[in-house]
């Protein structure tokens, strides 16, 4: 079956320029993740939604981030006047129910240029 | 807030040598513990999980698992690896929900990197 997709897969953008990420979870997923995972910090938990709210947006770096989730199924996660420390991969995951198991997408490489 | 270590961040081994990466975590309660692979130009993919019972792990591959309390360890294994092993492992953990769930995020170690020669 599908897994969880994001676009894009590549993004390139001048630095204080605003970027939107898109994640589509597995279809009946309730619980969505975004992490990112850059070469000094490893992967970090961003934000976590479990329908349409977000419990737990403990990860968020700063107020320039910012997502959120409609219908209880795609999520943007957007970048206002991004840095070049933002450039990193973005991942999505999404968990169905009880389940402590998390599916993970392709991820969006994010470049700031 | 729970933390992971992961004591090797590179590794290269032979093909058909035995295989143990370590990871450690730090939380005060009851954890979910995972391990996943990353391999060149793909996503994440779950290798094994332990969220309860009998403490040894197998997952996919031929990897398994030890979750030892009094260490808070969680170590790989492969008892004999191949050239298609080479790719990055994450130990991961998130904090056991007893009413079912792992609602938090994963906190993940920073990885390492195994490569295996032919």
């Known amino acids: 079956g599908a897994g969880v997709s994001q676009s894009p897969s590549n993004k390139v953008t001048e630095k204080g320029k605003d970027v939107e990420l898109r994640c589509d979870p597995i279809?009946?997923?309730?619980?969505l993740y975004w992490y990112r995972q850059s070469l000094g910090q490893g992967l970090e938990f961003l934000i976590y939604f479990q329908g349409n709210s977000a419990p737990d947006k403990s990860g968020l770096p700063s107020d320039r981030f910012s997502a959120e989730r409609t219908g209880g199924s795609v999520s943007t996660l957007t970048i206002q006047r991004t840095q070049q420390e933002d450039s990193a991969v973005y991942l999505c995951?999404?968990?169905?129910?009880?389940?402590?198991?998390?599916?993970f997408g392709p991820g969006t490489r994010l470049t700031v240029l | 807030a729970q933390s992971v270590s992961q004591h090797n961040h590179h590794v290269i081994l032979s093909e058909a040598a035995s295989l143990e990466l370590g990871c450690n975590y730090s939380y005060g309660g009851t954890v979910n513990l995972f391990w996943y692979v990353q391999y060149p130009g793909q996503h994440l993919q779950l290798l094994l999980k332990y969220f309860s019972g009998d403490p040894l792990v197998k997952g996919i591959k031929g990897f398994e698992a030890e979750f030892i309390k009094s260490k808070f360890s969680f170590n790989l294994r492969k008892p004999s690896v191949q050239w298609s092993d080479t790719a990055e492992y994450f130990c991961?953990?998130?904090?056991?929900?007893?009413?079912?769930?792992?609602?938090?995020?994963?906190?993940f170690g920073k990885g390492t990197h195994l490569i295996i020669q032919p």
């Open positions: 279809s009946g997923h309730t619980a």
């Open positions: 991961a953990v998130n904090p056991y929900m007893y009413s079912g769930g792992g609602a938090d995020g994963l906190t």
């Open positions: 995951a999404s968990r169905q129910g009880l389940s402590n198991e998390q599916f």
